[in-house]
């Protein structure tokens, strides 16, 4: 029975069932090839499962809009889908982001719904974007006149990118070289906003590390400023069943 026992959780592992999950969540993660030894996570396992998320919420685009608040500026300009709104400064930012949002959705109601929301400064500092049908919607940001300390700013959900998957060996430690290397068939494209999933083969691999890169918008339509691309990387080693 104990040799049945110990081959059925050796097929279970190396199927790739069973893994135990941890996210790469922000751009400093993920972003450049393996920084140092101890990157990415330490793994023990036959298989690791790969899966990127490109969007928050799978089936609608997400963004997050900020300013740098000055009254200086003439107007706050968001573009969405050629749907343009602009918002001029009132007295603070919290109204003026709140103003903001409902400037958006007056423009481009029928594409996104918007949300003015507090996102950790304790009074309200963010447009919440949101679209209302799956398939990707465009954003452009900018700043009508010259502003002395103004910005414009979003994270949001890319339309495409790619990932590469980068392991450092396992082992004995005093045989196993001290260098990071690309994995057989790890650099990957990410051609749509449905993510990436799959699983490699990690025997002997100590560590592994996803790198995000060439996070971009939808078609190329995105050509202003101030936008940053945000996803997640998580990793499922799979674990031997006890």
């Known amino acids: 029975m104990g040799i049945q026992q110990d081959a059925n959780r050796l097929a279970v592992a ?3 069932h069973a893994a135990e999950w941890q996210n ?3 751009p400093a993660e993920y972003t ?3 920084p140092a030894l101890d990157a990415g996570i330490a793994i023990d396992a036959l298989k690791t499962l790969f899966f990127v998320f490109l969007r928050e919420v799978a089936n609608v685009r997400t963004a997050y809009i900020t300013i740098v608040f000055d009254a200086s500026p003439t107007t706050y300009d ?3 889908d050629g749907n343009v709104s602009n918002t001029a400064p009132d007295t ?3 109204t003026t982001i709140t103003n903001m949002a409902a400037d958006i959705l007056a423009a481009a109601g029928g594409v996104v719904t918007t949300e003015a929301l507090d996102n950790g400064s304790g009074s309200i500092d963010t ?3 949101v679209g209302i049908l799956e398939p990707d919607y465009t954003l452009v940001l900018g700043i009508t006149g010259t502003p002395a300390t ?3 700013t979003a994270t949001i959900d890319p339309a495409v990118g790619n990932l590469r998957v980068w392991t450092l060996p396992g082992g004995l430690t005093g045989s196993r070289p001290a260098i990071w290397a690309l994995a057989s068939g790890g650099d990957l494209a990410i051609t749509t906003f449905r993510g990436f999933a ?3 083969d990690t025997a002997s691999v100590g560590r592994v590390y996803g790198e995000l890169y060439d996070l971009l918008g939808p078609g190329g339509a995105e050509t202003g400023t101030g936008l940053t691309y945000t996803a997640q990387v998580s990793y499922g080693p799979t674990k031997v069943p006890s």
Request: net charge neutral; charged share 25%.
């Open 150 to 152: 103004a910005t414009l």
């Open 92 to 94: 603070d930012r919290a």
């Open 32 to 34: 450049g090839a393996p």
């Open 127 to 129: 447009v919440k974007i």
């Open 198 to 200: 799959d699983r490699f």
């Open 24 to 26: 790469a969540l922000t």
């Open 78 to 80: 968001v573009d969405i």
């Open 14 to 16: 190396s199927a790739g």
